[in-house]
């Protein structure tokens, strides 16, 4: 990025330069921690901690379940993630553990 680049920030209003919204956005980032404490981020793999009725889908999933590929929504207590059979599946951060 140039320094003469600018971009429009909607939450003050006004126009800022493009390294000053990196930085902000920076700032932004909420941290997302498993039943253990431990850091989560988009990619990691999760383990269910407790049997867990999944609501529409008629099925439950077992405690031990591996989880591959979570993303992050932004909420610090939901990951989105995809299990065989499920589109759509936000599990609880409480209920998972990083592996």
Do not use: H, P
């Not at 850091?39 to 609501?55: S, Y």
């Amino acid at each position: 990025m140039d320094d003469d680049d600018y971009v429009y920030d909607e939450a003050s209003g006004e126009w800022i330069s493009a390294a000053n919204a990196v930085a902000a956005n920076d700032g932004d980032a909420v941290e997302v921690r498993d039943s253990v404490g431990n850091l989560l981020a988009d990619g990691d793999q999760v383990t269910l901690i407790k049997d867990l009725t999944v609501k529409g889908a008629g099925q439950t999933l077992k405690r031990g379940t591996l989880i591959k590929s979570i993303r992050l929504t932004g909420d610090a207590q939901e990951i989105d993630c995809r299990y065989d059979g499920i589109k759509g599946l936000v599990l609880r951060a409480e209920f998972v553990r990083k592996r």
